[in-house]
Each structure stands twice: as structure tokens, then as C-alpha cells.
């Protein structure tokens, strides 16, 4: 029956995405969709899973565009069963879907609706599955990813110390869990600008990490990446630097050349670089750094407008202010239509701007 090769189909495409052949696993859980289509028709529980399924993937091969239109398909179905399918199941299938709706739009910029989604996820997870459930500690988790993004610093902050306790409480602190929540801790306090504070929890992310998964996996280099970013702020660049190369070693061999994480750590190394006087290396980081934001997020992502708001501050410092000032301008008028009025992204970025004003280049 189509229904059994959908089924078998999908646990194919699970096996090949964890083993990181997402293109394949791609085309499996495509053609699982379509099978389903043709046995249950396009509404039904099982068609919003396998689109969930796609979304995921689509999001890990950093084609975001496709991942949330693909996450939306999934909420319409949802939505024309409303209550048919009550339980467990049709819980975590929606639970999955308002997440990765508030994940795709927090990375795009688009503050208000991955409020939205994300907040109804958490109050799914704690009416289906308790306060103090591993389901709710991930929803406030991403809830918490949220209001980093905002400025919203002591709630977001709440958020994840309540996720942490639960997850201790549940599995203790030697599990990945426990591991994400110290490094989104220590990012927060690193966004405050209290690195004292964020060095333990960033390092201890990155030691529990190595120890479960050893020292050259990515999610391992991704926490020592973090990690290497509080360091920054200690003023600890011999070792952020030595970090932050590897770590583009290996996200490159992972990932190829286009992969958010490779922007993120050339953003930090190009810091690092201009910190310690080579103006013409950060340029290059910065830029490479840009264009691949501005490829995987878009031009108007709040993401994307750091890169370029550091690229002009570089460029204006050098001499090339009219380069400097457009970049500027441009990041400004990002941040200040996608971030909160108060929020201190958006007050550097003004700041900045006053300081390289538009001239003719030198």
C-alpha cells in the first residue's frame, strides 16, 4: 500500500538526514509526501508531518525561503483538521511546526510573528506535556533565542535558567541539552557585555560537548565558537583567534562554503583581525561574511545588517567614508525597522553613522 512505502520512505529520509545526506533524504521524504497524498488525500496528519519533515531538512541546507513556505504549508493543514485529531501525536506534530515557523522567522528578521509562533509553541508544550517536560524546557529555549535577538535581555535570560533546571532535573548536565542552554546563557550575558559572568557557562557548553561528542564534531566547534566569542570580550584573542580558525576548517569540510555558521565565525575572526590592526584581512572576512548572510537571510536581516554595520565602521576607519557611510545607512535602516527602539544594535549602528557621515572617498 502507498501508505506502508510513505511510512518506510520516511524512516529512510530520517536515517539519511542524520547521517547528513540531506539531499537524498530530501527526495525521500518527498516522494513519502506525495505517496501520502495519494492514500490520505492533502489534509491529513500524517501529510502536515512529512511537510514538517521537508521544512527541517530544507532548513538545514540553509534554503530558509523553502523551510518556512514549506512549515506554513503545515500549519494550513493543521489548521483545516482543527480538533480531529486530538493526543500525543497531533501535540508534537504541531509543537514541531510552531517551532520552526518562530525558529525560521527569528534568523529572517521578523521579530513579531516568531513571537507569535513561538509563544503558542510553549504554551502547547506545557498544557500537553507539563511545565517541567524536556518539550517545554526546548520552547523556552527558542523562546529565549527570541528575545536575545530583541534586547530582551533578563527575559530571555529567565527563560533559559527555567529550561536548564528542568533538563538537569531530567537528565543531568553531561547530556547536549544541557549543553545548548549553558551556551545560550553565556551568550546572553556575553549581549549584556558581562564576560566574567558568561565565561563559565560558554566554556562549560563547549567541555560537555567535547566529552560527549569529541573535539572536532561541529555541534562540539559550534560551542567552542561561542566560546571563543566571550574570549573576545576578555580580551582573549590569541586563544578566540586559534578557535575561530579551526572552527572554519571544520564547518567548511561539513558544510561547503555557504553555511551560516562559516559567516557567523568569519564576522568574529574579521573583529579579531581589525582588533589587532590587519584592516585589510577583516575586510576580507567581513565581506566574505556578507555575502553569504546576504545570500542564505536576505539584505534585510538584522543579522546581515551587523556584518555590514562593522564592514562600514572598518571601511570608514581606513579612509573610505563613502563606501562606509552607505553601509552604514543601510544597516541602519534594517535595524531600525526590525529591532526595538532601545535595542543597543541599533544604537551603535546610529552612533557609527554619526561618526563617518557620507563624504567623497579619500
Known amino acids: 500500500m502507498s501508505s506502508d512505502r510513505a511510512a518506510e520512505l520516511q524512516q529512510q529520509a530520517w536515517s539519511l538526514q542524520a547521517e547528513g545526506k540531506l539531499e537524498e533524504a530530501f527526495l525521500a521524504a518527498g516522494e513519502a509526501w506525495r505517496l501520502m497524498q495519494e492514500c490520505d488525500g492533502p489534509v491529513s496528519l500524517d501529510v502536515a508531518n512529512l511537510l514538517n519533515d521537508l521544512a527541517e531538512i530544507e532548513a538545514e541546507r540553509q534554503r530558509f525561503g523553502a523551510a518556512l513556505a514549506l512549515a506554513e504549508r503545515a500549519r494550513e493543514v493543521q489548521d483545516m483538521l482543527r480538533d480531529r485529531f486530538p493526543g500525543e501525536t497531533a501535540a508534537r506534530i504541531r509543537l514541531k511546526t510552531l517551532s ?3 525558529s525560521i522567522r527569528r534568523n529572517r528578521g521578523e521579530s513579531s510573528d516568531a513571537e507569535a509562533a513561538l509563544q503558542q509553541a510553549l504554551s502547547l508544550a506545557e498544557r500537553e506535556f507539563g511545565p517541567a517536560s524536556e518539550e517545554a524546557a526546548e520552547a523556552r529555549n527558542n523562546l529565549g533565542l527570541l528575545y536575545k535577538d ?9 527563560l533559559y535558567r527555567e ?19 549553558f551556551h545560550n546563557i553565556g551568550g546572553i550575558l556575553h549581549a549584556q557585555g558581562d564576560f566574567a559572568a558568561a565565561e563559565m557557562p560558554g566554556r562549560k557548553a563547549w567541555e560537555i ?40 576548517a571544520i564547518f567548511e569540510h561539513a558544510f561547503g562554503p555557504v553555511h551560516y555558521e562559516i559567516a557567523a565565525n568569519l564576522h568574529n575572526l574579521a573583529a579579531v583581525r581589525a582588533e589587532r590592526g590587519d584592516s585589510a584581512q577583516a575586510e576580507e572576512y567581513y565581506r566574505r561574511a556578507l555575502a553569504i548572510k546576504e ?23 581606513t579612509g573610505r567614508r563613502g563606501e562606509a557611510s552607505s553601509l552604514l545607512e543601510r544597516a541602519v535602516t534594517v535595524l531600525d525597522k526590525r529591532l526595538p527602539p532601545g535595542h ?11 561618526e563617518f557621515p557620507g563624504t567623497p572617498e579619500i
Not at 567552542?224 to 575561530?244: C, K, M, P, Q, V
Not at 545570500?295 to 576607519?317: F, H, I, K, Q, V
Not at 543597543?344 to 554619526?354: E, G, M, Q, S
Open 100 to 102: 520552526m515557523l518562530g
Open 150 to 158: 530583541q534586547g530582551r535581555f533578563d527575559e530571555g535570560l529567565q
Open 163 to 181: 529550561a536548564l533546571e528542568s533538563i538537569v532535573r531530567l537528565h543531568g548536565e553531561d547530556c547536549p541539552s544541557a549543553a545548548t542552554l
Open 209 to 248: 560537548s567535547r566529552r560527549l561528542l569529541g573535539d572536532d564534531d561541529p555541534t562540539a566547534i559550534l560551542h567552542a565558537a561561542a566560546w571563543a566569542a566571550i574570549l573576545d570580550g576578555l580580551h582573549r584573542y590569541d586563544e578566540s583567534e586559534t578557535i575561530y580558525r579551526r572552527a572554519l
Open 295 to 317: 545570500e542564505l537571510l536576505g539584505e534585510d536581516s538584522p543579522d546581515t545588517a551587523l556584518t555590514r554595520m562593522n564592514l562600514g565602521s572598518l571601511l570608514g576607519a
Open 344 to 354: 543597543p544594535h541599533l544604537a551603535i549602528a546610529r552612533k557609527r553613522l554619526r
